[in-house]
């Protein structure tokens, strides 16, 4: 009997002793968050939200009356719908015959005693929350959201691309190392929550299946939060999918290996994390305890770097099968540069076309080198302004169902939160159909474009003459870039005609001649007829070439997160630079 009484006392010890081993390793918190994510990506395939969107594409038209409809009837008696006399307006042409196009003042004021509490102004009741979008670098924008539409936005979206995901790569899903900056909610004083874009908060429950090893802190800086969660993922050599919001943070991941290797294979070898960053003791007993020393992997890796960084990823990670990140106007480069050298071979996939105002589209071919989106009909109703109409101010537009394959449009949105025919200021190309909707790609947002006389140069544009360019000066490869009208310069731009002033990091060159920096407005006049013209007749003067360093970049990201309040990794890099700040910030990093 006593002896029972023992052996279970015994077994009990042991019991007890090896689960607080488990609990000490982080085992456990890996198992129970494994089995959330496998149940929601159950859920996920039984719910099959790709039919929805089948539906939603062969009756596009129909689809998209009826939710003008709805939206119109829904909001009758807010103030902006009795002001506009929205219970008038029964069907779409009457709707595009008196309401006007708008652009964001139009909403400022709205926007902002909505904020302060005032209901039923834009939309019905009181938003869920109101989203901080800062779109190209310049001023942030405040956009209101429902809880109904953040779970449509979930459901439309979200769902439809995991789902694309989980057949083309089964199982990836539940292998992913997300690269993010934890944020914390502020609030208005209403009590409405302010959430950057794009945020989980406008993604759904990912958070809670994709937990982060590290809860936001104030005392660990952007690198050392960067740098935790590169070691976890560097452990995990199954790692089947590698995400973050934009490509920029990306690039800056892979540089952060390329040069604190050694320091990371020591990380992972004793199983703590550097011993350099000044943690408060509780933060770094959390994170130590759930790293493991794994000598082997470290000499893995070890192994691997010495070979260099040209397709490391896949080294690294031979499993990996998709890097997902959102395109912005300005990510090509990065984009561009990732594939050529750290991510050789693997592909990139875009999934979402989405803004802080609206779900535009979903990409359903990861592998396709060019993002393309179906347009979602129950999203929001979409117009669309020919191009060629895009700088008047009240143009004619067309309707879902009268654009035409290869032809380039202004996308206008009415969602379902307040905002009525909004010029996104996207320029869009309709590359083919989805049943009845169009499939696009988004060739260049309005805000981007570089102008000091009326000659409208886009970002892609710009991008192409400065490739040109580069490729003159022997041995240059570019980094990064970014440009600004000499005009927001204020006293920096020395007082002479208008130009365009531009910075460039570049590998292989220390320094570049009058000559060769005089060459990129050569090549500018030869692809822009109006610049050309501008410049012979010297009302614009000739380009600026500056050099500056790739870390350069990353602070005028910080500086422009900083101005709207917003985390880091929400900022989409843009290399046209609308701000006085931020184009000061770049100048003063200026080598030569
Ligand atoms: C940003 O806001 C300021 C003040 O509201 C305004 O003067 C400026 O024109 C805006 N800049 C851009 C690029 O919209
Ligand atoms: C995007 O950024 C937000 C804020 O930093 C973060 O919470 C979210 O996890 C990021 N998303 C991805 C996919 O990394
Ligand atoms: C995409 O791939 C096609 C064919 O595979 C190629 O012709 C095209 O140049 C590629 N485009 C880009 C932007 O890489
Ligand atoms: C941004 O703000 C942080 C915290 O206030 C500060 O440490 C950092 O220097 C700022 N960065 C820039 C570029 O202004």
Same mark, same amino acid.
């Given at each position: ?6 052996d279970?006392?015994? /077994? ?5 002793f ?8 982080g085992?456990?918190k ?8 496998k ?18 594409t062969s009756?596009?038209?129909?689809v998209q009356?009826?939710l ?5 009837r829904k909001?009758q008696?807010t103030?902006?719908?009795?002001k506009?006399n ?16 708008t652009?964001y003042?139009?909403y400022?004021n ?14 019905q ?7 901080t979008?800062?779109g190209?670098l ?18 439309q ?21 997300r ?16 959430? +950057?874009y794009?945020? =989980?908060?406008?993604?759904?429950p /990912? ?18 939060m ?19 919001n934009?490509?920029w943070?990306?690039?800056?991941v ?5 040069e ?34 794994d ?15 040209c ?16 395109e ?5 480069? =990065? ?15 875009? +999934? ?6 609206g ?11 060019v ?6 009909p ?8 020919p191009?060629?109409?895009s ?6 537009? /067309? ?11 202004e ?5 379902k939160?307040g905002?009525?025919?909004?010029r ?9 159909f989805?049943?009845?909707?169009p ?6 947002? %309005?805000?981007?474009t ?17 490739l040109?360019t ?6 240059a490869?570019?980094?990064n870039?970014?440009?600004? =009208? ?11 005609d +208008? ?11 220390r ?6 920096r ?8 030869e ?9 012979f %007749? ?12 790739p870390?350069?970049f990353?602070?005028l990201i ?7 309040g917003? +985390?880091?990794?929400?900022v ?15 100048w003063?990093?200026v080598?030569?």
């Open positions: 009997m006593i002896s029972l009484v023992v279970t006392l015994l /077994l009990g010890a042991i019991v007890i090896l689960l607080f081993t488990l609990w000490r390793s085992r456990v890996e198992w129970t968050t494994g089995l959330e994510r149940r929601f990506l159950n859920s996920l395939s039984r719910k099959n939200y790709g039919k929805t969107l089948d539906y939603d009756n596009a038209q129909d009356t009826s003008l409809q709805e939206i119109l909001h008696n103030e902006y719908g009795q506009h929205f219970k008038d307006l029964i069907d779409v042409s009457l709707f595009q015959k008196f309401h006007p196009l652009q003042s139009d400022e709205y926007i902002q005693r909505t904020r302060e509490g005032e209901e039923n102004i834009l939309l009741g009181k938003p869920q929350a109101v989203i979008t800062v190209a310049a001023n942030s924008s405040l956009i209101p959201i429902s809880a109904k539409s953040i779970r449509e936005r979930f459901l979206g979200t769902a439809v691309y995991m789902e694309v995901i989980q057949s083309l790569f089964p199982g990836a899903l539940e292998k992913v190392a690269f993010a900056f934890p944020s914390s909610d502020s609030q208005s004083e209403a009590g409405i929550p302010n959430i +950057p794009p945020s =989980d908060c406008v993604f759904g /990912l958070n809670k299946i994709y937990p982060s090893q590290i809860s936001p802190h104030t005392s660990l800086t952007h690198y050392e960067l740098y935790t969660q590169i070691l976890f993922a560097l452990k995990d050599v199954d790692l089947r999918i590698i995400e973050a934009y490509s943070v990306l690039r800056h892979f540089s952060i290996i390329e604190h290797w050694e320091s990371l294979i020591k990380d992972i070898q004793k199983g703590h994390l550097n011993l350099d960053f000044k943690l408060p003791l509780s933060i770094r007993k959390h994170i130590e305890d759930s790293l493991v020393p000598a082997a992997r470290a000499e893995d890796l070890s192994i691997q770097f010495k070979k260099g960084f397709g490391i990823a896949k080294r690294m990670w031979p499993n990996l099968q998709v890097v997902i990140a959102m912005s106007g300005g990510s090509d480069l =990065d984009k561009q540069i990732l594939m050529d050298t750290f991510c050789q071979g693997i592909p990139f996939y875009s +999934p979402l076309y989405c803004t802080a105002e779900l535009c589209g979903v990409n359903l071919w990861p592998l396709k080198n993002s393309h989106y179906v347009l979602c129950s999203s929001a109703f979409f117009e669309f302004i191009v060629d109409s700088d008047q101010e009240q143009p004619r537009t /067309l309707c879902i169902q009268d654009v035409s394959e290869s032809k380039a449009y996308l206008v949105i009415t969602n939160d905002l009525y025919r909004y996104l200021g996207d320029v869009v190309q309709v590359i083919g989805l049943n009845h909707s499939i696009l790609e988004v060739l260049y947002r %309005k805000s981007q570089l102008s000091v006389r009326g000659e409208y140069i886009t970002e892609s544009g710009f991008y192409k003459s400065l040109q580069v490729a003159m000066w022997p041995g490869s570019l980094l870039y970014c440009c600004a =009208d000499s005009g927001i310069m204020g006293p920096f731009s020395g007082g002479s +208008p130009h365009y002033q531009v910075f460039v990091a570049l590998k292989g060159v320094d570049l001649s009058e000559e060769q005089y060459k990129l407005d050569q090549t500018l006049q692809h822009f007829s109006i610049y050309k013209s501008f410049r %007749k010297g009302s614009i003067g000739p380009v600026r070439v500056y050099l500056t360093s870390k350069s990353l602070k910080e500086l422009a997160a900083n101005l709207s917003i +985390p880091l990794d929400c989409p890099f843009s290399h046209t630079l609308k701000k006085q700040e931020l184009v000061e910030c770049i003063k990093q080598l030569s």
